[in-house]
Nanobody, 119 residues
Framework: QVQLVESGGGLVQPGGSLSLSCQAS????????MAWFRQVPGKDRELVGR???????NYADSVKGRFAVSRDNHKNTVYLQMNSLKPEDSAVYYC?????????????WGQGTQVFVSS
């Protein structure tokens, strides 16, 4: 069984920084794309940033230049560095990964971690 466990998050002032991490564990053969999404109440979950296995990344326009996604393939871990945070970045952040286990691929999700940007 595969699990994605997130850490980080919390309360930060506008203009501040915060880091999230998410580690995949279990019977893992391969990990392809890893990504961070976020969701606020009443809205759809939206993509924040995605990174391929060879570390090519893309971002939502709203976070370009402020957020950075990285990964450590040896640890099956994806990171999200968030800088110059704004109140509108407040959301529950979820990590996502495409993982092959015992010959089959599927998407896995973390449990979510709250980020709250406020003075």
């Amino acid at each position: 069984q595969v699990q994605l466990v997130e850490s980080g998050g919390g309360l930060v002032q506008p203009g501040g920084s915060l880091s999230l991490s998410c580690q995949a564990s279990g019977t893992i053969f391969h990990v392809a794309d890893m990504a961070w999404f976020r969701q606020v109440p009443g809205k759809d979950r939206e993509l924040v940033g995605r990174i391929t296995a060879d570390s090519r990344s893309n971002y939502a326009d709203s976070v370009k230049g402020r957020f950075a996604v990285s990964r450590d393939n040896h640890k099956n871990t994806v990171y999200l560095q968030m800088n110059s945070l704004k109140p509108e970045d407040s959301a529950v952040y979820y990590c996502n990964a495409a993982i092959q286990t015992r010959g089959s691929w599927r998407d896995y999700w973390g449990q979510g971690t709250q980020v709250f940007v406020s003075s």
